[in-house]
């Protein structure tokens, strides 16, 4: 056996050091990759991604210091390990306006005040899928602000409550439950009004995030789905059409059931209006899972009254809660859920990983999570 010298040893340790240096380098060099979990949610609920990464914005720098509020409070710990080199200040309500004074981001909040004293703030991170109240502050366009939100993370779980009133309406069960507390054991439901959702037609006004899983289940109950998209004229091989906006008349008066899952814009505001109504089957059920605001609760309430659709699933409203004595509470045929219809048990674990990985990318310049389009609201 071949003895080697001291400084043999030595150059080959050495050698054997400074190699395992360059193959580690490359990977020292790159950020912290995302994590599995992300992935999976990636996968799940089809996030997609800014085309251009976030560092070609002319304002951006890696953040600083960033406000936190909301449900985000409860993220601190896991935000500040994953960026230790950031100040996350929790927001106190009566400190808002000194807090956000200095800060390059914010985290589960956005509103006029945040906003007229964080001259500083270039991106914004809401826990939630709606963003009207956000990008209806002039700031945010002016500055062209970059928003992120949770859009589609809820649209499953909206997905089934849609169809759950959708059946509740088929299968009579809003009388029979009322029948229940009253203790009658009769037929309470009408003759006729016992049906059943196979081969029935169902119309999803917005072919978003929400719409897509709605026509999805739908159409696993034997449903023919129409939809309309603002996008373009293009979806999923289980609608059988997509029509625009402009559509949605004509649309309508074809449709079994109407399911709104469209955002709040300047455009839809008030859209489910007395013309509306009045081309939809009398036979038909409307469905709001999105927003109150884009009905017009005057014709609804006239529409069930005056026997002009079937009924109507509600868990939405405008204003909300709804007063105690809006006639909608005493109209015949419909079944109201207060704006519950994301609730389930899944927890918030995907909100957890878009919120920890959209500070990941945004802390490296690269391209962000579910960006909203300021142009189009959404």
């Not at 599995?36 to 089809?46: A, F, L, P, Q, T």
Request: proline residues 6%; neutral net charge.
């Amino acid at each position: 056996t071949r003895l080697h010298r001291p400084d043999d040893m030595l150059l080959t340790s050495t050698r054997a050091v400074f190699l395992a240096a360059i193959a580690w380098f490359p990977l020292l060099a790159q950020p912290a990759q995302q994590s599995g979990d992300i992935v999976k949610v990636i996968e799940r609920y089809g996030l997609e991604e800014s085309p251009t990464p976030v560092r070609d914005r002319p304002a951006w720098r890696k953040p600083r210091r960033i406000l936190v509020g909301g449900f985000g409070a409860q993220l601190l710990p896991d935000l500040r390990s994953l960026a230790p080199d950031i100040e996350f200040i929790a927001a106190k309500p009566d400190e808002i306006a000194k807090q956000a004074a200095d800060v390059d981001a914010v985290i589960g909040l956005c509103t006029p005040e945040i906003l007229a004293v964080g001259k500083s703030i270039q991106w914004i991170q809401l826990l939630s899928a709606g963003v009207e109240h956000c990008v209806s502050i002039p700031a945010v366009r002016e500055r062209n602000i970059l928003l992120t939100n949770m859009q589609r993370i809820d649209a499953p779980i909206i997905a089934e409550h849609a169809l759950a009133m959708a059946l509740a309406f088929t299968r009579g069960l809003d009388l029979y439950i009322s029948a229940q507390r009253n203790r009658q054991w009769r037929r309470v439901a009408p003759p006729g009004r016992m049906s059943v959702v196979d081969g029935k037609t169902i119309l999803i006004v917005g072919l978003g995030g929400i719409g897509t899983e709605t026509a999805r289940r739908a159409n696993a109950l034997g449903m023919r789905v129409i939809a309309t998209r603002a996008s373009g004229r293009t979806g999923p091989s289980f609608v059988s059409y997509v029509g625009s906006p402009e559509e949605l008349l004509k649309l309508a008066s074809e449709a079994d059931y109407i399911v709104n899952t469209a955002p709040l814009t300047q455009r839809t505001a008030g859209m489910f209006n007395a013309e509306f109504f009045a081309r939809m089957k009398t036979s038909a059920y409307f469905i709001n899972v999105a927003r109150g605001g884009s009905v017009a609760a005057t014709a609804l309430v006239d529409a069930l009254i005056h026997g002009k659709i079937a009924g109507a699933g509600l868990d939405v409203a405008d204003p909300e809660p709804l007063p105690e004595d809006h006639p909608l509470w005493s109209a015949p045929n419909v079944i109201i859920t207060p704006h519950v219809a994301n609730d389930s048990d899944l927890g918030f674990d995907a909100q957890v990983a878009v919120t920890k990985e959209n500070l990941r990318r945004y802390s490296n310049g690269e391209r962000m999570l579910s960006v909203v389009d300021l142009s189009r609201g959404y």
